[in-house]
């Protein structure tokens, strides 16, 4: 299956996959979106943004197989994506904050009381946000004249921005 993953068309059909199975609309519409090539006009990715915000948004139940391991991933990338906002200027540090406070509160939402625990003990973890910090201003030369990363960013502050008292 890894190796099957680098291929940008099997990602994109193991969200469409995904999307059936555990109903996160927004989550695998936006990881579609990040993998379609980059020669999509901007125009086209915002207007596929705005629609995200007319889909209803799921409930945060446990979802079963959802672990420590694939939140922590994913929180992992959440704050090197607002990171990377906040060095290539697309983002102010205090949108950055609040999007990495709500990607938690989010993911947190969807774990058991275990997993919830470790993966806020990973994040308050003194050096996981100065390395995570580091790591997007090293990259921030390559990352910020990459639209994908732009409209990951777009697409993700969005959701969030609609959902921030829901979690």
Same mark, same amino acid.
């Given at each position: %299956? /890894?190796?099957?993953? $680098? ?25 579609? *979106? $990040? ?6 006009? #901007? ?15 799921? $409930?945060?139940? @446990? ?5 420590? @391991?694939?939140?922590?991933?994913? *929180? /992992? ?6 990171? /990377?906002? &906040? ?7 205090? @949108?950055?904050?609040?999007? %990495? ?10 774990? !058991? !009381?275990? #997993?919830?625990?470790?993966?806020? !003990?990973?994040? &308050? ?12 201003? @090293? ?15 777009? &697409? ?12």
């Amino acid at each position: %299956m /890894t190796a099957l993953a $680098r291929f940008s068309v099997v990602r994109i059909l193991l969200h469409l996959l995904a999307m059936l199975g555990d109903r996160c609309v927004r989550f695998h519409v936006a990881g579609i *979106i $990040r993998e379609l090539p980059s020669r999509i006009s #901007h125009a086209c990715a915002c207007a596929t943004a705005l629609l995200l915000t007319l889909i209803p948004s799921a $409930r945060a139940d @446990e979802v079963p197989g959802y672990g420590f @391991e694939a939140a922590a991933q994913e *929180i /992992t990338q959440l704050f090197w994506l607002a990171e /990377t906002a &906040s060095a290539c200027g697309w983002a102010q540090d205090r @949108e950055a904050t609040k999007f %990495m406070d709500f990607s938690l509160r989010f993911l947190t939402a969807h774990l !058991s !009381s275990t #997993h919830k625990q470790a993966l806020v !003990s990973l994040v &308050s973890e003194g050096h996981y946000k100065t390395e995570l910090r580091k790591a997007a201003w @090293e990259g921030a030369g390559q990352n910020c004249a990459n639209s994908r990363w732009r409209l990951g960013w777009l &697409s993700y502050k969005a959701a969030a921005d609609e959902h921030e008292t829901e979690y």
